[in-house]
């Protein structure tokens, strides 16, 4: 059996998926990997493309499409002091935001129901414009003053600095604070029609292949830099460090709780459709 599956090139994925990828996983189903931005997949999903068996998505796109996928307990990224961060050029506060414009990455992203959620506690009257932007040119865009701050993820936590930005608040900050519960950011799903025994399958072999890079880091190197669009090692192995935790083995109770809490209080804000509580449920 040959599964497709869809993930991004970043070092949190490749390193989670290497053994796995690579044959390495005793029993696993055989995988077709595509690499893929996150914002791609997320379309993918809510398409209900035939093409994927198992897509990495952002959490904020679960209310539409857990009909037609299930959520895999493990090789997701949800932790803790991992959240997107507001950059400006100039430092500040949430207030300053009300009425300018805002890159995001996506509308469909966690980072996003993350800010919105921020940005209705903090920010009077709102933001003003969203613009959607590639990931990669969102600190270019708020170095050059196309826009008034950008929302960020994954690495640009650690080189912000480097164009000269400020971290006008952490998103992550202010969710832990408010609800003590992990971030939930990325997740893995696999459709539904697949069936509970290859479901329970893959959700063992995720589990395992992350196992087995915790086990020898250096075996899942070469994969992550040749894939890592020019990275810093360092950044990399950072990357992986902050993002790649307990949560990726097992999302636990705790893992769900942060996946509920942040679903439901999006969905309080209208920004996602209620979900109904057996939507969770593995498998």
């Known amino acids: 059996m040959t599964l497709r599956i869809a993930y991004s090139p970043c070092p ?30 997320n379309g993918l999903a809510e398409a209900g493309s035939p093409g994927f068996d198992v897509l990495k998505v ?16 493990c090789g997701g990224a949800l932790g803790r002091g991992c959240g997107p961060l507001v950059l400006t050029r100039e430092p ?7 009425g300018r414009t805002v890159a995001v990455p996506s509308e469909r992203s966690t980072a996003y129901l993350l800010f919105r959620l921020w940005a209705a506690d903090t920010v009077p009257g709102g933001v003003g414009k969203i613009v959607v932007l590639p990931f990669h040119e969102i600190m270019p865009a ?12 994954h690495e640009a936590r650690f080189t912000y600095q480097d164009y000269g930005l400020h971290c006008l608040a952490d998103m992550g900050e202010h969710w832990e604070a408010t609800t003590g519960l992990p971030i939930p950011l990325g997740a893995i799903i696999a459709r539904r029609s697949l069936g509970e025994p290859t479901l329970k399958l893959l959700a063992e072999s995720a589990r395992t ?75």
């Open 58 to 73: 952002s959490y904020a796109v679960l209310p539409w499409v857990l009909d037609e996928y299930a959520l895999l307990p």
């Open 142 to 153: 708020v170095r050059d003053g196309r826009v008034d701050a950008g929302l960020v993820i």
């Open 12 to 41: 949190n994925d490749t390193f989670v998926f290497d053994a796995w990828a690579h044959g390495r996983v005793p029993g696993a189903p055989e995988l077709d990997v595509t690499f893929a931005d996150i914002d791609v997949t």
């Open 209 to 283: 292949s992350v196992r087995m890079a915790w086990d020898d880091p250096e075996v899942s190197r070469p994969y992550v830099r040749a894939h890592a669009q020019e990275m810093d090692p360092g950044v990399a192995d950072q990357h992986i460090g902050l993002y790649v935790n307990e949560f990726t083995a097992d999302l636990g109770e705790d893992g769900y709780a942060a996946v509920r809490g942040l679903l439901t209080r999006a969905a309080a804000e209208g920004l996602v459709p209620p979900l109904a509580p057996e939507a969770l449920r593995f498998p």
């Open 92 to 98: 500040g506060t949430g207030a300053g935001l009300a």
